[in-house]
């Protein structure tokens, strides 16, 4: 619940009010029941001393005391003013610092604020390291009557850059976390083109009350399946139902089994495309943990081994005709008449 404070004049007003009517109302009553007429006029003379008299000292004992809390209160800024943790200022519109505390001083490099106040003599030239953003700032203010978290690139008493956010006249120095994000940015902007230029795709998938979720697939898995990264992160059931029937169960099997535990998937399956046709995909993905050692996402790779998988096949066959034909030769070899070991070579073929 909001109250507003009642002002000096408005305490002045209803005090003389007050005062002067209980004067009025049991005064005169009071007196004419004490004293005579004749002795009626000099009573009411007193009476008005009187009142004045009072009247006077209750409005002295209000101003004072009005005093008393402006001197504390001024001294209680000033105790802030003075201790606070962020830069506090204030400026006028032509560009001067009015007044700066000992951190604002310290944030730019000054060692005291009369010094800062001493050699600043125009913040768009001085302070901003491009002087169009203090207009931004002025005009932010002028439009809306305050300024928050209004980021800039400042420069300090020896030239060097820091970044600052303003939140109407309070100043933080806010370099540390800016270099954080431009590193960040940098970090993710050269993670993505690697990852982009890899021959499989990079996936990552957010786990939300334990169950994994699309969140991200590099553009790759267009090549890889004929869906687009877009494709595959609205489709939540697209993984599961582009699995080969026969590798389903225990492909889904071990996710669960990953899902639960924690351990690495690693498995060589099959995945339609979207022509209709199949790959053959190796997947090799792990949990990504918080701090806390809580999941948080699944990161991994897809992988097409299809022509690995044919190599792989036609070697066998070859190994299978290999093993065929030196049974057959030792067969018949062994043997005196063929048509005795024929149905044992037709079988291994």
């Not at 991994?300 to 005709?321: N, S």
Request: negative net charge.
């Amino acid at each position: 619940m909001s109250t507003s404070r009642i002002s000096l004049a408005q305490k002045i007003a209803f005090t003389y009010l007050a005062i002067g009517g209980l004067w009025i109302l049991l005064s005169d009553g009071v007196a004419a029941l004490l004293f005579d007429a004749n002795s009626l006029i000099l009573v009411q003379t007193y009476k008005g001393c009187f009142f004045v008299g009072f009247s006077a000292w209750i409005l002295y004992i209000l101003i004072k005391k009005n005093e008393r809390i402006l001197r504390s209160s001024e001294q209680n800024f000033q105790e802030l003013f003075e201790s606070a943790t962020v830069g506090i200022f204030q400026s006028s519109p032509g560009g001067k610092y009015i007044k700066v505390n000992a951190t604002m001083a310290s944030i730019y490099g000054y060692q005291s604020p009369q010094e800062m106040l001493e050699i600043v003599r125009d913040i768009p030239v001085q302070i901003y390291a491009d002087s169009k953003q203090r207009g931004n700032f002025t005009e932010r203010m002028a439009r809306d009557g305050m300024v928050e978290k209004f980021e800039a690139q400042n420069l300090k008493k020896d030239g060097s850059v820091i970044w600052t956010s303003t939140n109407a006249g309070f100043v933080t120095d806010i370099t540390e976390r800016k270099n954080i994000e431009i590193v960040l940015r940098e970090t993710e902007s050269r993670y993505r083109v690697l990852i982009e230029k890899l021959p499989a795709a990079v996936f990552l998938d957010k786990i939300e009350n334990g169950i994994p979720v699309h969140y991200y697939i590099s553009p790759r898995v267009e090549a890889l399946i004929g869906y687009t990264s877009e494709e595959w992160q609205a489709d939540g059931d697209l993984w599961v139902n582009s699995l080969h029937p026969d590798d389903r169960e225990t492909v889904l099997a071990e996710d669960k089994r990953t899902n639960e535990t924690g351990a690495a998937f690693r498995m060589e399956y099959r995945l339609r495309l979207k022509n209709g046709g199949y790959i053959w995909i190796k997947e090799n993905s792990s949990v990504i943990r918080d701090e806390s050692g809580i999941p948080v996402f699944w990161q991994g790779i897809l992988l097409d081994i299809t022509e690995q998988k044919k190599t792989e096949e036609a070697l066998r066959r070859r190994d299978a005709i290999l093993r065929a034909v030196g049974f057959s030769a030792e067969r018949f070899l062994k043997s005196t008449d063929w048509t005795e070991t024929i149905g044992d070579v037709l079988a291994e073929l």
